[in-house]
């Protein structure tokens, strides 16, 4: 069956299908340093008593009416009675019997790293598990890597070798992603199953094998070579099933440069990672199955707004407002704690599935310094940055507002225009001045936030280069100014065919939502010699090395965060209008001269990007929405560079086995269909 759209979305249906009902409005929400609630922790057996069956589904009675927060579960599971019409049953797990650790080291990279040392191997060893916690005060069963949230930190240098030996106990398959490293080279290495590689299997082990070039920067990882700009900053690593980071399954990933224009020690004399993200009570594929399956979830065929808002995977959630009753417990906020007197990079990541944050940081203006890792210039002296899912941003903030004991509020607001509009979620953090020796204060900071932020409610969905005229800086060449191929890719909102005949509210390009042919990669057929399957997958393929524009229109009806695997790109032109083609591009003025680089894109509703690349690094490369939930319900294309090449590749036999005994017409990620 063709996964052809057949009826195109609008605002109308957009208006009654954003707000998913809750039982209670989430207005101010705070972010706590408790995982498991110290007070009143949940044993596996007490878990199944307070409706987390391991069984049978809970069944969930959607609200009309918002019970007020005074009345508790008991009084909004009463209101839920005497007002709902429809009832929802997913699935809660049982809660493990071991729970999850918040290791301060993983949000600190080693301020003792030796950046001129002699490229070396890396090595590193994931268990992929279960575990129970509690992020937001809700226990719920989390996935994540050696029994952490956020998980372990990847640290190399330009030029080092990371291996990184992955054990899945899951019962799922997995796979990680290494977020913003070009695998230039080693494509097979990417970590998307259905593109780049067929899923680790459960009680199998799977090895992660590259080499890192001409980067630096921050980077991370999740659940799933060189480049023509010399920089890169951070990364992260994340899991790339289905949505499985929605569950824990992320972590930071630094890598270090000599060249990197900001220095440690010179530029700024501390490292810290901060992590953002949006957080749900249920497990994501829960939520992906109740959208591909039954087309809605809680009654909504959008994208759920998380249920909590979390700053270093701490945060705190409403507990009268859970859909189903459990041991919750109120927590505390998160802390970050700095020397005063000195200057701090905070490398900042969103790792969540949906929302957009402003960050902010009472009395503390601060310098932008890298963008996805890539240096940037433009930034300077700001008080708020819009960091969207998938995007990396390295701040320099000066701690010279006071002295020790001082404390000021960080704070994540969830921007509404980028998600459902008027829905407004804060998260805070205590940013605390502490000298070396001396305790921290326990109190809450009394400070007010900058009065010239923006307003949350109200701002349209921007990206940072949209308020600041930014550019990159090292580049080691310009964009090209002739180009030899160029790409429209049409952003689409609509509902669209499963693979069982069934119909799905889902997102596409050029009307064609993506189905995962998850044991059949789209790398493997590539290197076989095959064609992608126009009706499974939307695809550009740029056959010989030069340069290239991929023309990105947002003609849906919300914000999309793209992000673009095995290389950063130029963004030489965006704005508004969603119907621009390669004539109208011939035509615009074109930023060629030190345009800003990076992998990860905010495009606005109605609006349009212009991204010129070098097509230098064979491979398929995913392009996608880094809104988990999009794609999860196909928003994803697949940019396809030298396929001769990639045919000449030769891939490790353990990557081949990977795919060995498996259904080659199965699809994905939803589990049920699969």
């Not at 459990?326 to 998160?334: E, P």
């Not at 006071?402 to 969830?414: I, Q």
């Not at 969905?461 to 800086?473: A, F, G, M």
């Amino acid at each position: 069956m063709l996964p052809l759209a057949i009826i195109p979305l609008g605002l109308a249906w957009l208006s009654t299908a954003l707000a998913r009902p809750r039982v209670a409005d989430y207005h101010h929400r705070d972010t706590s340093s408790i995982y498991a609630p110290a007070s009143t922790a949940l044993s596996p057996s007490s878990a199944t008593s307070t409706g987390t069956s391991p069984s049978s589904a809970s069944a969930i009675t959607a609200l009309s009416t918002t019970p007020s927060a005074s009345s508790g579960v008991a009084g909004a599971l009463a209101v839920a009675s005497a007002t709902s019409t429809t009832t929802y049953s997913y699935f809660k797990p049982p809660l493990p019997t071991n729970w999850v650790v918040n290791n301060p080291a993983n949000l600190k990279p080693n301020a003792t790293w030796d950046v001129h040392a002699s490229p070396t191997t890396r090595e590193y060893w994931f268990d992929i598990g279960y575990a129970a916690g509690a992020p937001d005060g809700y226990p719920r069963r989390m996935t994540v890597v050696n029994n952490q949230f956020p998980g372990p930190l990847i640290e190399a240098n330009s030029g080092d070798r990371v291996i990184v030996h992955v054990t899945n106990h899951a019962h799922h398959g997995q796979a990680l992603h290494w977020h913003g490293i070009h695998q230039n080279g080693t494509q097979y290495m990417d970590g998307v199953p259905g593109v780049s590689q067929c899923l680790i299997r459960p009680n199998t082990t799977f090895t992660y094998d590259f080499q890192i070039n001409d980067q630096w920067g921050t980077y991370w990882r999740a659940s799933q070579q060189p480049l023509a700009v010399d920089s890169i900053a951070h990364v992260r690593w994340h899991a790339h099933e289905s949505n499985t980071l929605a569950d824990g399954l992320i972590g930071g990933f630094i890598v270090h440069s000599p060249i990197e224009p900001v220095y440690e020690f010179i530029d700024y004399d501390e490292d810290r990672i901060i992590f953002l993200q949006d957080w749900m009570h249920d497990e994501s594929q829960v939520v992906v199955d109740a959208l591909l399956e039954d087309g809605n979830y809680y009654g909504s065929g959008a994208a759920p707004e998380g249920d909590a808002s979390l700053i270093n995977g701490i945060g705190e959630g409403n507990c009268t407002a859970v859909h189903v009753p459990a041991n919750c417990s109120t927590a505390h906020h998160a802390n970050i704690d700095v020397p005063p007197n000195k200057k701090i990079r905070f490398r900042i990541i969103n790792s969540g599935s949906h929302h957009t944050f402003r960050l902010s940081i009472d009395n503390h203006a601060f310098d932008v310094v890298e963008a996805d890792g890539a240096s940037i210039k433009g930034a300077y002296q700001i008080h708020e940055v819009p960091v969207a899912p998938g995007e990396r941003y390295s701040l320099i903030v000066d701690t010279d507002q006071g002295s020790d004991g001082d404390l000021f509020w960080l704070r994540a607001r969830t921007a509404a225009n980028c998600i459902a509009a008027g829905f407004i979620e804060d998260a805070l953090a205590r940013f605390r001045y502490v000298s070396p020796g001396s305790e921290p204060s326990t109190s809450d900071p009394e400070t007010q936030p900058w009065p010239d932020l923006k307003d949350p409610l109200n701002e349209p969905c921007k990206d940072l280069d949209e308020y600041y005229t930014i550019n990159s800086v090292n580049l080691t060449i310009q964009p090209p100014t002739d180009i030899i191929m160029s790409a429209q890719m049409n952003s689409n909102f609509g509902t669209f065919v499963n693979t069982t005949g069934g119909l799905f509210t889902g997102f596409a390009f050029n009307n064609v939502s993506w189905k995962n042919t998850i044991n059949q990669p789209l790398l493997l057929d590539v290197e076989q010699g095959r064609r992608l399957n126009p009706a499974y997958v939307p695809s550009a393929i740029f056959e010989q090395l030069g340069g290239g524009d991929i023309i990105l229109n947002n003609i849906g009806v919300v914000a999309h965060p793209f992000h673009l695997h095995g290389r950063k790109f130029f963004i030489v032109a965006r704005g508004s209008g969603s119907n621009i083609t390669e004539a109208d591009v011939a035509n615009m003025q074109l930023n060629l001269t030190s345009p800003l680089t990076r992998d990860s894109l905010l495009v606005g509703i109605d609006s349009f990007a212009v991204l010129r690349i070098v097509s230098d690094t064979p491979g398929v490369w995913p392009l996608h929405c880094h809104i988990g939930w999009h794609l999860s319900t196909g928003k994803l294309a697949a940019i396809v560079i030298q396929p001769d090449v990639v045919a000449q590749l030769p891939q490790p036999a353990d990557w081949e086995q990977l795919c060995a005994g498996t259904n080659p017409d199965a699809f994905g990620p939803d589990r049920r269909r699969a």
